[in-house]
Nanobody, 121 residues
Framework: QVQLVESGGGLVQAGGSLRLSCTAS????????MGWYRQAPGKQREMVTL???????DYGDSAKGRFTISRDNDKNTAYLQMNSLKPEDTGVYYC???????????????WGQGTQVTVSS
C-alpha cells in the first residue's frame, strides 16, 4: 500500500505565499509523476501542476508564472511553492502520485487526503 501525506495548507491573504509538501511512503519501487490537483467549492477537480521523476514539469494555466513545483526523489517528496496567491486559488489541494509498487506491477494512481488552502481578499 502507498500513502501520500500532505502538509502546508492554511489561510493566507491575497498576494501572500504558501508552500505545500507531499511525501509518499509504503510499497514503492518507483514514482513516475507527482503533483497537485485542486478542487474549489462547486467545481471539478483540476490539475495544478505535475513533475516527472526526471524533473519535467507541467502547469495548469492558473498556476503558470506563480507556482513552482520541485521534487526530491530520494525523499519521495514533492513541494509546491505558491506565490502571489489570489482568492480564486482557494480550494482543497490533493497530492497525486503515479507509483509502481514493484518492478512488475503498476503504475497506479494514488491520492492524498487533501489540504485546505484559503486565500482571503
Amino acid at each position: 500500500q502507498v500513502q501520500l501525506v500532505e502538509s502546508g495548507g492554511g489561510l493566507v491573504q491575497a498576494g501572500g505565499s504558501l508552500r505545500l509538501s507531499c511525501t509518499a511512503s509504503g510499497s514503492i519501487f518507483s514514482i513516475n509523476a507527482m503533483g497537485w490537483y485542486r478542487q474549489a467549492p462547486g467545481k471539478q477537480r483540476e490539475m495544478v501542476t505535475l513533475i516527472t521523476s526526471g524533473g519535467s514539469t507541467d502547469y495548469g494555466d492558473s498556476a503558470k508564472g506563480r507556482f513552482t513545483i520541485s521534487r526530491d526523489n530520494d525523499k519521495n517528496t514533492a513541494y509546491l511553492q505558491m506565490n502571489s496567491l489570489k482568492p480564486e486559488d482557494t480550494g482543497v489541494y490533493y497530492c497525486y502520485a503515479q507509483v509502481r509498487p514493484t518492478r512488475r506491477i503498476g503504475p497506479f494512481d494514488y491520492w492524498g487526503q487533501g489540504t485546505q488552502v484559503t486565500v482571503s481578499s
